[in-house]
């Protein structure tokens, strides 16, 4: 492994892109891919023609990808990291991904030598942007230690959960409760609006009170002034987060009373078309159900 890790990132989107930066600002040698050359040329990193064409370049290779199909394509597909990825590399996944996948791909790096880490990651984009994500990690503490570093740059917590697959397992698990809080708060604030309560002040109150949550101190009395903080995570990918939430809980024994009606929430934002907008507008799929609400209007409802 070189002195000066170099490290690339293979997903320059919301959460790639800024990451990225964050690291090249750090001082350490960064370049990027993305599919999407637009994406690719505004994350303000050097890029490689390809995924292997970077993983020949660097040390340390982070995904930042939407789904573990995704993530599996990258790695096991043509041109893909596992089929030109040397010994001594360290590839870190910063995805929200199926843990039984992640394992998998343990696995399979571990027979060519290459570590596999599993950083689930929370904050969202203005954290990012910030460097104050946190990064619950799963696999080798020690390729975790040499990689802290880098991820220090945009990381102000970072936790080894255990073996591989644990960092995404308490992804998933913090995940589903952002998302049930932020679906919870956004049908209260739909019906404090139709109550007529002035919302600032009963966000003052619930903040103060035991209803209190990341929603209600972070998002509501941004959303509430209309601006939906734009940039973060969708509602799509909330309901794909959602989802692998589920999917784990049989393989614990565990059965989940509130996840499908969480589920259904997100799954109605997109329906509505708010797929591909930040989940916080779930706010406007509940809205447009029970008349046109929306917060952040000064007149009467639609």
């Not at 998002?219 to 209309?226: A, N, Q, S, T, Y």
Request: aromatic share 6%; glycine share 12%.
């Amino acid at each position: 492994m070189a002195d000066v890790l170099r490290s690339g990132m293979v997903g320059l989107g919301n959460m790639g892109g800024r990451i990225a930066r964050r690291i090249r600002d750090a001082g350490f040698p960064v370049v990027g891919f993305d599919v999407n050359r637009e994406q690719a040329e505004q994350a303000g990193v050097p890029t490689t023609a390809s995924v292997g064409e970077l993983v020949e370049q660097t040390d340390v290779v982070l995904f930042s990808l939407p789904d573990s199909s995704v993530v599996e394509a990258v790695v096991y597909g043509d041109q893909g990291v596992l089929g030109v990825c040397r010994p001594g590399q360290i590839v870190v996944d910063l995805s929200t991904a199926a843990p039984a996948s992640t394992k998998a791909i343990h696995s399979a790096f571990a027979g060519h030598g290459v570590e596999f880490v599993d950083a689930g990651i929370s904050g969202g984009a203005a954290a990012a942007e910030q460097g104050t994500l946190t990064i619950m990690a799963g696999g080798s503490p020690e390729a975790l230690e040499t990689v802290r570093p880098i991820l220090a740059a945009a990381a102000s917590w970072i936790y080894h959960m255990g073996p591989s697959g644990a960092g995404h397992v308490a992804k998933l698990l913090n995940n589903f409760l952002n998302g049930i809080s932020l679906a919870a708060t956004a049908e209260v604030m739909v019906a404090a609006k139709r109550a007529g309560l002035d919302l600032a002040q009963f966000l003052d109150v619930v903040n103060h009170s035991s209803g209190v949550n990341f929603a209600t101190l972070n998002r509501f009395p941004r959303i509430i002034e209309g601006d939906y903080l734009e940039g973060g995570l969708t509602s799509r990918l909330m309901a794909k987060d959602v989802r692998l939430y589920l999917e784990l809980l049989p393989e614990l024994r565990v059965t989940s009373f509130t996840g499908p009606a969480c589920l259904g929430t997100f799954n109605l934002a997109t329906a509505l078309g708010y797929g591909d907008q930040i989940s916080n507008r779930v706010v406007d799929a509940i809205g447009d159900v029970a008349g046109g609400v929306r917060l952040h209007d000064t007149g009467e409802d639609a």
